[in-house]
C-alpha cells in the first residue's frame, strides 16, 4: 500500500495523464465548451497546494507573447503548447527550471517555486483552457493586451477540480 504523500502523487499523475488524453482527442465535460470553435490551446497545472497563477498574454500582427509566473512554494508543473519557445526566466536561476521532452505535442515544464518565465509563439489561438487534474483550487489572474484594439483586459479566475476557458 503507498503511504499518503506517494498515494497523493500517483493521484496527481493519473489526473494528469487524464488531462493531456482530454486535450489530445479534444474530448471537454461540458457540451457547450465543445460548441465552442476557434483554434484553441490548452495548458494543464499540476500543483498540490493553492496558490495564484499569473498569466499575462500579448496579441498583434505576428508573434504572441505569453508570460506564465506563480506565487507556489513548490514546484508547479504546467504543461504548454510544444510550439512555445521560452525566452526570458525570471526570479530564479535559468538551470532551475526544466522541461520533460515533448510528448503529444506537449512540453511539460516544471516551474521552481515564484518563477517567472515568458514564451512567444507564431501560432494565435482564439480558445485558451486551462485544466487543474487536482482537487485543490488555485487563482489565475490573466492580463490579455490586444495591441491592434489597444485594449487590456484582466479577469480573476478560482480553478478548483475543473478547466476553464478564457477567450
Known amino acids: 500500500m503507498l503511504s499518503p504523500p506517494s498515494f497523493r502523487t500517483a493521484l496527481i499523475l493519473?489526473?494528469?495523464s487524464v488531462v493531456v488524453l482530454a486535450m489530445i482527442f479534444g474530448v471537454l465535460p461540458d457540451a457547450s465548451i465543445r460548441r465552442l470553435t476557434g483554434t484553441r490551446i490548452e495548458i494543464g497545472v499540476e500543483h498540490t497546494m493553492p496558490f495564484t497563477f499569473t498569466l499575462s498574454f500579448t496579441r498583434g500582427?505576428?508573434?504572441?507573447?505569453?508570460?506564465?509566473?506563480?506565487?507556489?512554494?513548490?514546484?508547479?508543473?504546467?504543461s504548454l503548447p510544444q510550439s512555445w519557445i521560452r525566452r526570458e526566466v525570471r526570479h530564479v536561476p535559468l538551470a532551475a527550471l526544466k522541461a520533460d521532452p515533448p510528448t503529444f505535442g506537449f512540453v511539460r515544464w516544471h516551474f521552481p517555486p515564484h518563477a517567472v518565465v515568458s514564451?512567444?509563439?507564431?501560432?494565435p489561438w482564439d480558445i485558451l483552457t486551462v485544466h487543474n487534474p487536482s482537487s485543490i483550487p488555485f487563482e489565475?489572474?490573466?492580463?490579455?493586451?490586444?495591441?491592434?484594439?489597444?485594449?487590456?483586459?484582466?479577469?480573476?479566475?478560482?480553478?478548483?477540480?475543473?478547466?476553464?476557458?478564457?477567450?
Not at 500582427?61 to 504546467?78: C, H, L
Open 119 to 123: 514564451f512567444r509563439t507564431q501560432h
Open 61 to 78: 500582427k505576428g508573434a504572441r507573447y505569453i508570460e506564465i509566473g506563480t506565487t507556489a512554494d513548490e514546484t508547479t508543473a504546467i
Open 14 to 16: 493519473l489526473g494528469s
Open 140 to 167: 489565475i489572474r490573466v492580463t490579455d493586451v490586444d495591441l491592434a484594439t489597444q485594449h487590456v483586459n484582466r479577469d480573476t479566475f478560482l480553478i478548483k477540480d475543473h478547466s476553464i476557458i478564457i477567450k
